[in-house]
């Protein structure tokens, strides 16, 4: 009953991010909220000017609307003298090395659409990161910045609209976000429904009729 009743509480919570990543999308653009230090801009549409951080690439560990395993590659934009964490799209295990990625080769000043993303928070049970083969799982601001050496600001930018990076897989809508809690619940309300009757039909069959 305590897993169905935790249930029941994460689907209010995930229609409630779904609300708001819907409502986000029918939005106007924004500033990109520089200095802000919580998550009242997440999933809002926004734009970013400056030029991309070749070497400190990180892969941060996803699964695509596919179903495909593979990797988001987040790169450091440096904007109006600050620093910007930029996720430019998805893509396999095999490619995620290619030299032959269009961004790889680009060097000048790049213009942005996209979601703005409120850095992680770290939880009991989340995967810690492979430095060594710069495999991420989790987008915390301050875990990244602890590893480039930076001071960048609390919002990831994701990419959704872009030209230089269509050999990446650029996917970010409300529809790509499960939310199966309510079929949990009741999976979980169930059991406990059947578990109470068998109990009480042994109770009934071997101690009520002694």
Same mark, same amino acid.
């Given at each position: 009953?305590?897993?169905?009743?935790?249930?029941?509480?994460?689907?209010?919570?995930?229609?409630?991010?779904?609300?708001?990543?819907?409502?986000?999308? $029918?939005?106007?653009?924004?500033?990109?909220?520089?200095?802000?230090? =919580?998550?009242?801009?997440?999933?809002?549409?926004?734009?970013?000017?400056?030029?991309?951080?070749?070497?400190?690439?990180?892969?941060?560990?996803?699964?695509?609307?596919?179903?495909?395993?593979?990797? =988001?590659?987040?790169?450091?934009?440096?904007?109006?003298?600050?620093?910007?964490?930029?996720?430019?799209?998805?893509?396999?295990?095999?490619?995620?090395?290619?030299?032959?990625?269009?961004?790889?080769?680009?060097?000048?000043?790049?213009?942005?659409?996209?979601?703005?993303?409120?850095?992680?928070?770290?939880?009991?049970?989340?995967?810690?990161?492979?430095?060594?083969?710069?495999?991420?799982?989790?987008?915390?601001?301050?875990? &990244?910045?602890?590893? $480039?050496?930076?001071?960048?600001?609390?919002?990831?930018?994701?990419?959704?609209?872009?030209e230089y990076?269509s050999d990446?897989?650029?996917?970010?809508?409300?529809? =790509?976000?499960? =939310?199966?809690?309510l079929q949990?619940?009741?999976?979980?309300?169930?059991?406990?429904?059947?578990?109470?009757? &068998?109990?009480?039909?042994?109770?009934?069959?071997?101690?009520?009729?002694?």
């Amino acid at each position: 009953m305590y897993l169905g009743s935790w249930q029941l509480h994460r689907l209010e919570w995930k229609t409630e991010l779904l609300n708001s990543i819907k409502d986000g999308q $029918t939005e106007d653009y924004i500033e990109y909220p520089f200095d802000i230090k =919580n998550n009242d801009f997440s999933y809002k549409k926004s734009s970013l000017s400056g030029k991309i951080d070749q070497s400190k690439e990180l892969h941060f560990f996803n699964i695509n609307s596919y179903g495909q395993s593979g990797y =988001n590659i987040i790169v450091p934009l440096l904007t109006e003298g600050r620093t910007v964490y930029v996720d430019l799209g998805w893509t396999n295990f095999t490619d995620i090395n290619s030299k032959e990625f269009m961004f790889r080769s680009l060097t000048g000043k790049l213009d942005f659409k996209g979601i703005l993303i409120y850095s992680k928070e770290r939880r009991l049970f989340s995967p810690q990161p492979d430095t060594i083969k710069n495999s991420w799982y989790l987008m915390n601001i301050e875990e &990244m910045d602890q590893f $480039t050496k930076l001071n960048s600001e609390k919002y990831i930018f994701r990419v959704v609209e872009q030209e230089y990076y269509s050999d990446l897989l650029n996917e970010f809508t409300a529809i =790509n976000i499960p =939310n199966n809690h309510l079929q949990y619940a009741i999976t979980w309300f169930a059991l406990a429904i059947s578990i109470a009757a &068998m109990y009480i039909i042994y109770i009934y069959k071997n101690i009520l009729k002694r």
